[in-house]
């Protein structure tokens, strides 16, 4: 079946460091795939997307590229603020009329001052 | 700025009691799923709907609960008699067909003592 493995977390940066999350993916077809941001006590809010290879999806200072060839699609952003500190969740879609999401685990950010 | 809502935010219960969770999708969106988040599992989708009817609900405990639409604009999530094992999160997400992404509510964090 579809899963996504994140980096394990946590991971803890100082303010402008350069941030990238890993996720792979296994999926029997050509997938979409997302990055959701959780804030504290707050639900999931979609960070970005992309629904085919070689796209890039952005958002806030963060980016991600859907490489099927390494069935990957890790987050980076070059320079984090305080405010970026939440969990980050790489999910992915097979798409069609499945309209279930597949998610990591979840990576913990924190980024102190 | 239309958004996914839930009631209650907070429940505390004893156990055996019943517990009915509500949730009101984004308006036109035809998708709603319900999760469960714990520490010690992360994100679990208990349940999904489109167009109001049962997809999948695969993911949760036949015995004592139970996820319903009775119109468009109300799904509820019942747990009957509630543990202290059900204890959690319970996020609601609503999604519309053609796209893949989903769209989640604050969620209800339950206890039940």
């Known amino acids: 079946g579809d899963s996504v493995t994140q980096m394990e977390g946590p991971v803890t940066l100082s303010e402008e460091a350069f941030l990238t999350i890993n996720c792979t993916y296994t999926?029997?077809?050509?997938?979409?795939l997302f990055w959701y941001v959780q804030y504290p006590g707050e639900g999931l809010q979609l960070l970005l997307k992309?629904?085919?290879?070689?796209d890039k999806g952005s958002n806030k200072g963060f980016e991600a590229t859907y490489r099927k060839e390494t069935t990957s699609f890790h987050l980076e952003k070059g320079s984090v603020q305080v405010s970026d500190s939440a969990v980050y969740f790489c999910?992915?879609?097979?798409?069609?009329?499945?309209?279930?999401?597949?998610f990591g685990k979840g990576t913990l950010l924190t980024v102190n001052p | 700025d239309a958004r996914v809502t839930q009631t209650p935010r907070h429940k505390v219960t004893e156990m055996g009691q019943e517990v009915t969770m509500r949730c009101q999708p984004i308006?036109?969106?035809?998708?709603v799923f319900w999760y469960r988040q714990t520490m010690m599992q992360g994100l679990e989708l208990l349940a999904y709907?489109?167009?109001?009817?049962?997809?999948?609900d695969s993911g949760m405990p036949k015995d004592r609960f139970s996820a319903e639409m009775p119109d468009a604009t109300l799904a509820t999530l019942k747990i009957q008699p509630s543990e202290p094992r059900d204890s959690a999160v319970y996020f609601c997400?609503?999604?519309?067909?053609?796209?893949?992404?989903?769209?989640f509510g604050p969620g209800t964090r339950l206890t039940v003592t």
């Open positions: 999926a029997t077809g050509y997938p979409s």
């Open positions: 999910a992915l879609s097979e798409g069609g009329s499945n309209y279930k999401l597949t």
């Open positions: 997400a609503s999604g519309f067909l053609g796209g893949h992404e989903q769209y």
């Open positions: 709907f489109r167009n109001r009817a049962p997809l999948d």
């Open positions: 992309a629904t085919k290879a070689d």
């Open positions: 308006l036109g969106h035809n998708t």
